[in-house]
Each structure stands twice: as C-alpha cells, then as structure tokens.
C-alpha cells in the first residue's frame, strides 16, 4: 500500500468511527431510511430544506460496516449548503465514480473528499455500502419511498 491510500484509509477509518453530521435533525422537512441487506447497513437521513430549496442542515444515523459509514458522514459534509439539484448532480458524480467507473477529474473535483471512496469499485460488494447513502438521500429529497441497495 503506497502513502495516498494508507492515508485515504485512515480518512474512512476515521469517518466511520466518528461520524460527522450524526444524529436526527428535530425539525426536519425531509427524510428517508435506507438499507442494504447484502451487508446488513441501515441508516436513516434527516433533511432540512428551506424555500430556497437549499439543504439548510443534513444529519443521518444508523447501523453499518465503516464504509457505509464514512460515506454516509462524508456524504452529508459535501451536500450541506447545496440545493437539492446540485445534491442530485452530486448523486450522479458518485455513481459515475464507483459504480459506472468513468468519472473525470472534473468529477472527482466536485465529490472532494468524497472521491477517496472510488477504491470500492475494486470491490463490488462493497459499492452497495458506498452508494447506500446517496440513495438515501436522493429519495428523502424526491419523496420516494425507503431506499434499497436491492
Ligand atoms: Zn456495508
């Protein structure tokens, strides 16, 4: 393993453990449950949307692998203050990077941080715990129902 990735793991390591954003918002205008049986992860979004349709404030909580975890916590850093499209657009990012493997470096600019989860295309079982909160997201903002990996 060279440095960037002993560091890139520590990141995740580090979210998993201590997760930012953890919890469930009071007032919330949004909010959705996700699971992904495969791994047996399951989380729950909180989202508050203002008229500006801007996330105003974002947590989640829940049970997971570290993955599932850290991209839930890394998730809810990168959307907070963005509008529910530019999280839609965020949503599709992360999908072009783990899961059709054919984002850009335009791409990986705009997921910050989160681009450090590309390495789970490597590990398709994986994916799911990656994507699991996006999902999560995506339907709490559409108002569809609970989100699954399956
Ligand atoms: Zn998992």
Known sequence: MNELQALYQQMIIDHGRTPRNFGVLSSCSHHQKGVNPLCGDALEVTLLINEQDVVEDIKFTGEGCAISMASASMMTELVKGKTVQD??????????????????????????????LEGVKHFPSRIKCAT??????????QNQGEATTE
């Open 132 to 141: 699991l909160s996006w999902h999560t997201l995506k339907n709490a903002c």
């Open 87 to 116: 999280a839609i657009d965020l949503f599709d990012d992360f999908q072009a990077l783990v899961v059709s493997q054919d984002a850009d470096d335009a791409v990986k600019d705009r997921l910050g941080k989160t681009a450090i």
